[in-house]
């Protein structure tokens, strides 16, 4: 089965404690991104990667770090959490120009 | 600087109502539109993708179109059903300055039964 694997599903942290939300897609795409939801402003994206050890900005990459050292893995870093980053991210992939989504991962920073 | 608009922000119709939601965006320059379902507490499920040299898509139920000229995409929903209550999402893909794919806020649909 096709599938976008993200964990933790859920996770309260405090201010500036390093977390890694793991994202891993057994489809072999080479197009995967990061979203954040939140309330009224739809989906954001964080990061992207076209392929393994090509990766670039989205709209709001400020506050968080991804690395793609293998196809199937793509984690986002937040090497300094801070109150601001609370929301529901989503990890996803793309064969060609259909996307494929995680089930989110809500993050809850005191 | 692309922004996706959707309205109605959220929307409450009979069951066996036929319903249209809108999206529009500011930069008619897109890869492809693609409509998204979204239930609560869980990710999303892609609905239906328009190139940008298509002007329509169909899946059962639902039809979607894209007018690049004016900005517009509506998504059409015949004969609704309780089970289509859901969030619905539309998305831009644009290949200007890097692979990038922008939202909308969502559309929040209530069919009652």
């Known amino acids: 089965e096709a599938q976008v694997t993200q964990n933790p599903r859920y996770l309260i942290t405090v201010t500036g404690k390093k977390l890694t939300v793991t994202c891993s897609q057994n489809?072999?795409?080479?197009?995967m991104s990061w979203y954040r939801q939140d309330p009224g402003l739809g989906l954001r994206q964080i990061y992207y990667?076209?392929?393994?050890?090509?990766?670039d900005k989205g709209d709001v990459p400020e506050g968080y770090k991804v690395s793609r050292k293998e196809k199937r893995n793509f984690p986002l870093i937040l090497e300094s959490p801070s109150p601001n980053q609370t929301s529901l991210y989503f990890c996803?992939?793309?064969?060609?120009?259909?996307?494929?989504f995680g089930q989110g991962t809500r993050l809850t920073v005191v | 600087k692309q922004e996706v608009t959707q309205i109605p922000a959220a929307l409450s119709v009979p069951e066996g109502e036929n319903l249209v939601l809108n999206c529009s965006f500011t930069?008619?320059?897109?890869?492809?539109l693609q409509w998204f379902r979204q239930d609560p507490g869980k990710g999303l499920t892609s609905l239906l993708l328009?190139?940008?040299?298509?002007r329509e898509q169909t899946s059962g139920r639902l039809n979607a179109s894209l007018d690049k000229s004016s900005g517009r995409s509506t998504l059409y929903i015949a004969a609704s059903q309780p089970g289509d209550s859901a969030t619905y999402l539309c998305?831009?893909?644009?290949?200007?300055?890097?692979?990038?794919?922008?939202f909308g806020a969502g559309t929040r649909l209530f069919v009652k039964a």
């Open positions: 996803a992939t793309h064969r060609g120009t259909e996307a494929f």
């Open positions: 489809m072999n795409h080479e197009y």
């Open positions: 990667s076209m392929n393994v050890e090509v990766t």
């Open positions: 930069d008619s320059a897109i890869y492809n």
């Open positions: 328009i190139q940008s040299s298509q």
């Open positions: 998305a831009v893909g644009r290949r200007t300055g890097g692979f990038k794919t922008i």
